[in-house]
């Protein structure tokens, strides 16, 4: 049941389910190698940002530790790209050997912004699901468990034939890649022009479609949330919007969730991030989702705006960690 945190201290009472919750998370979470030889309460908690793999792939885990992330999202590819080259082995062993990716308690993937699985017989059609595939079997490689995926956009055919759609070609290419362990994440979307997954009804509608629903799991940005009509701008909002994802999605979908506040104003579907206290969620929801013992164990995402020194994820981590600390 959600309820709001304490706005003085953490009780010791939750500072203990926080990191037994924590544990429990941490195993189920990294499933190709053991993550840390040091206390996996060190990881926690698991928060990070939207980090550049400029100069290799492997470049990206040195930026993000750099900066005290524990966790990291990353591109795999070039995002605005239909196709890469093959990511050479040697790249690949690069990422996973490296000698600090025990700091990193989590990495997700996010999918490239033109792969569209909401419509059918078009020639992107089969451009989306041959680069996505790649995407899973690149993730195979890094031994990265996630893959964020925005749904897709219908193009005007409507929400229910786009959500047909999108179960149809997830269940292609899960029947295409039967053995993989990497799980597509489906993302909330802020429904701007005909994307699909503004309101949580239509992310339930894929997963009770598709065959294999175990396969997928579910990220929820705030802002994109925030947007398509979830008032986030107060802590009483967040614990109604968690407890609507946790009735009619499910809390133990919930794999990851991005940390950004909304430029846009409530309910006007336009995908707009802000740095967290600049936009229109404001603090109090930020400090309420940290305080959270229900989200405690779930990996937070910054995709807020950054200069190339990363700084501004360095000042919005310090204060994500600051809603933890006894005052």
């Known amino acids: 049941m959600f309820c709001e945190g304490n706005d003085q201290n953490i009780s010791s009472e939750l500072f203990i389910l926080y990191f037994s919750f924590s544990l429990l998370r941490f195993i189920s979470f990294i499933p190709f190698f053991p993550v840390s030889k040091s206390s996996p309460t060190d990881l926690f908690p698991l928060l990070g940002s939207h980090v550049p793999t400029i100069g290799g792939v492997a470049t990206a885990i040195d930026r993000a530790v750099g900066i005290g992330c524990t966790a990291m999202q990353i591109f795999v590819k070039n995002n605005m ?19 600090l990716r025990s700091r990193l308690g989590v990495v997700v993937a996010h999918a490239g912004y033109l792969i569209n699985l909401g419509v059918e017989g078009t020639e992107n059609h089969e451009k989306s699901l041959k680069s996505l595939s790649d995407e899973m079997l690149r993730c195979e490689q890094l031994g990265i468990r996630s893959l964020v995926l925005h749904p897709g956009s219908h193009l005007g055919a409507g929400i229910e034939a786009g959500t047909a759609c999108v179960i149809r070609n997830l269940d292609r290419l899960h029947g295409e890649h039967p053995n993989l362990k990497v799980r597509i994440t489906l993302e909330t979307t802020a429904g701007q022009g005909a994307c699909l997954g503004a309101r949580f009804e239509e992310i339930a509608a894929i997963l009770a479609g598709v065959k294999d629903p175990k396969r997928l799991e579910v ?89 190339k020194d990363l700084a501004e994820d360095v000042e919005a981590m310090a204060l994500l960690r600051s809603f933890l600390q006894k005052n």
């Open 81 to 99: 790209q239909w196709f890469a080259k093959p990511l050479p082995d040697a790249d690949a062993k690069a990422f996973t050997e490296h000698p």
């Open 219 to 307: 990220c929820l940005d705030t802002a994109h949330a925030f947007a398509a009509g979830y008032d986030l701008s107060a802590p009483k909002g967040a614990e109604q919007t968690f407890a609507e994802f946790d009735r009619v999605i499910g809390m133990n979908r919930l794999s990851c969730l991005h940390i950004n506040d909304s430029k846009a104003k409530l309910g006007s579907r336009v995908d707009r991030h802000d740095n967290l206290g600049k936009g229109l969620i404001g603090l109090d929801t930020f400090r309420w989702i940290m305080r959270s013992p229900e989200l405690a164990t779930i990996p937070k995402i910054l995709e807020t705006p950054k200069g």
